[in-house]
């Protein structure tokens, strides 16, 4: 069982920055590999971005390439998504998620365990 507490949501203005932090509970947070996803009004659940276990692998959605980061620090079980250049259309809930298998997907159906997500508001 893991237990996934997300952090650092907020309002900021075009342009800005926010670094979302994702905190795990349990021992095994190394046999995880993480992914963010989001959630805007009226949408469905989207994929941001994932990290393999050791945090070599990493894999975007198209929009957010060259302005989202992924990164994780096992020895915190910490996993965060750092982003720059942000936009009105970036607006959602975020919501971090670990699955137990050995590759990296943007499925939502492979995760097994999700936080409750934090608000994110790009606005001027």
């Known amino acids: 069982q893991v237990q996934l507490v997300e952090s650092g949501g907020g309002l900021v203005q075009p342009g800005g920055s926010l670094r979302l932090s994702c905190a795990a509970s349990?021992?095994?947070?190394?046999?995880?590999?993480m992914g963010w996803f989001r959630q805007a009004p009226g949408k469905e659940r989207g994929f941001v971005a994932a990290?393999?276990?050791?945090?070599?692998?990493?894999y975007y959605v198209d929009s957010v390439k060259g302005r989202f980061t992924i990164s994780r620090d096992n020895a915190k079980n910490t996993v965060y998504l750092q982003m720059n250049s942000l936009k009105p259309e970036d607006t959602a809930v975020y919501y971090c998620?670990?699955?137990?298998?050995?590759?990296?997907?943007?499925?939502?159906?492979?995760?097994?365990?999700w936080g409750q997500g934090t608000q994110v508001t790009v606005s001027s």
């Open positions: 990290i393999g276990r050791s945090g070599i692998s990493r």
């Open positions: 998620a670990a699955e137990s298998s050995t590759t990296i997907t943007g499925a939502a159906a492979d995760y097994d365990y």
């Open positions: 349990g021992r095994t947070f190394s046999k995880y590999a």
